[in-house]
């Protein structure tokens, strides 16, 4: 078993602790079986919103709140990712069960909500020494990989309660008009490629696929893994911006994070996480196996590669801003400029060549 890969916790980074006895207070009221004394330690993986270890004796849960400074409401929304993990947890099995929602920033500063801790190994941008990452294993994690997000995409949104969730009608267009204007509300820098990838985009949007419940955020080091098989997901996290939309659109966002091993150097250094060793199926055959599952049709599949591609940068420019305006001392911020250039690049030489693979 390899409890020694399951995923740590460090001390809370200067900046962002936690007011602990209103939050001691909190969790006396609300949660009244606690007993013993709060010990809070933070996961530093991921980039937006903030996540933290609370343990109370021999209880683990989890906390998570927006990221300080942060002014872009819907994509911090606590009460919604909460909304979705309450209404998932009866009808999806693999989410953790929130336990409480606190709106009342008079707490910690911000809305939080608190969920059960899923133990498990969760796959960084980095291969940890010693852990089984074979050719066999990837083959397996990323066929369970894509098979999981079709079984997230054929949730039945009616039965989980989350029918009126969303507006899946134009989402398509939604999309593109949205992180357009998000990119350049924290323009920090003139990039070609981002700004033609955006007119591109704006021109060239297809038909709505459909609707589903759809992550958003489907990548690797958003997976809680079986620490005794690496192949069975236990576990998803970072649900913030999940919606009712078009799925084909969230397998967009996924082929967006999934880097290849043959892709140019500079898309390769941004590790993602570790789509590049041996046996994870490609981009294009993880799309061909969703549409396989799926029964879908990929005909503007260079389209959803691209709006990937783009919101990512967007999403980063916007991390980048917070940090060049001092909302955050997290170094990593620093120099995530050139991570928007780099994507902004990739998108060019997609459009440039006609298809998602076979960059480099």
């Known amino acids: 078993m390899n409890v020694e ?54 209880r683990e849960m989890v906390l998570r709140r927006p990221p300080f400074g942060a002014k872009i409401k819907t994509a911090h929304d606590m009460g919604r990712e909460h909304h979705i993990l309450s209404h998932l947890a009866p009808v999806y099995p693999r989410v953790p069960l929130p336990l409480a929602y606190c709106e009342d920033e008079s707490v910690l500063g911000a809305p939080f909500y608190i969920m059960e801790r899923i133990t498990g190994i969760i796959l960084r941008n980095t291969h940890p020494e010693g852990l089984d990452l074979s050719t066999d294993v990837m083959s397996r994690l ?29 989402y398509v267009e939604r999309q593109i008009k949205g992180w357009t204007e998000r990119y350049y509300n924290a323009q920090t820098d003139d990039i070609q490629q981002i700004d033609a990838a955006a007119e591109w985009l704006a021109q060239n949007m297809p038909p709505e696929s459909g609707a589903s419940l759809i992550h958003n955020d489907y990548k690797y080091d958003n997976l809680i893994l079986d620490p005794n098989d690496l192949s069975n997901i236990i576990g998803v996290l970072d649900w913030e911006m999940a919606t009712v939309g078009d799925p084909l659109m969230d397998l967009g966002t996924t082929l967006g994070y999934w880097v290849d091993l043959d892709d140019p150097p500079a898309l390769k250094a941004l590790a993602f996480s570790l789509t590049t060793l041996p046996g994870n199926l490609t981009r294009i055959q993880l799309a061909e196996r969703y549409a396989e599952i799926r029964g879908c049709d990929l005909t503007h599949l260079l389209f959803y590669f691209v709006y990937a591609l783009f919101k990512i940068a967007v999403i980063v420019q916007q991390i980048y801003a917070r940090y060049k305006a001092g909302y955050s001392k997290d170094e990593r911020f620093a120099m995530m400029i050139h991570v928007v250039q780099v994507l902004g690049k990739a998108a060019a030489r997609a459009l440039e060549l006609g298809r998602i693979d076979r960059l480099g």
């Open 5 to 58: 890969f399951i995923d740590r916790t460090r001390e809370v980074r200067p900046g962002e602790e936690l007011d602990v006895p209103k939050l001691e207070a909190y969790l006396r009221f609300y949660l009244p079986e606690m007993h013993g004394p709060l010990e809070i330690e933070q996961f530093h993986g991921g980039h937006s919103n903030l996540t933290y270890l609370l343990r109370v004796e021999e």
């Open 142 to 170: 990323s066929q369970a990989f894509i098979q999981n997000l079709a079984d997230i995409h054929s949730v039945d949104i009616q039965e989980a309660g989350l029918s009126d969730f969303g507006r899946p009608e134009g």
